[in-house]
């Protein structure tokens, strides 16, 4: 499967923006997609991830209630809602596949095929 992330943009701090993952070539079923960032000079770091069949999210502690998760299951997408942005939101995203289990989904190494990156950035 290949994916391609796309949405990101310039944004002032308080703003929004709402970034896309989209499967080609396959589909996201039987996999769990997430989304990571990486800021200059850091680590890729988790942000979100959602079970395609179940739909369980799960969310890092420093986005939890300003971004959502969600999936259109007829458009094969994941997207990621950004509310609330801050500076130190900006990083470029990346979404990714892996059937790895709960426990271990903000463990990048257990993502399997990942998009090319959309890029965020918050003004403040």
């Known amino acids: 499967v290949q994916l391609q992330a796309s949405g990101g943009g310039l944004v002032q701090a308080g703003g929004s923006l709402r970034l896309s993952c989209a499967a080609s070539g396959g589909t996201f079923t039987n996999f769990r997609v997430g989304w990571f960032r990486q800021a200059p000079g850091k680590e890729r770091e988790f942000v979100s991830a959602?079970?395609?069949?179940?739909?369980?999210?799960r969310y890092a502690d420093s986005v939890k209630g300003r971004f959502t998760i969600s999936k259109d299951t007829a458009l094969n997408t994941v997207y990621l809602q950004m509310n609330t942005l801050k500076p130190e939101d900006t990083a470029v995203y990346y979404c990714a596949v892996t059937r790895t289990i709960w426990s271990a989904l903000h463990d990048r190494r257990h993502y399997t095929h990942w998009g090319q990156g959309t890029l965020v950035t918050v003004s403040s």
């Open positions: 959602i079970t395609w069949g179940g739909g369980s999210t």
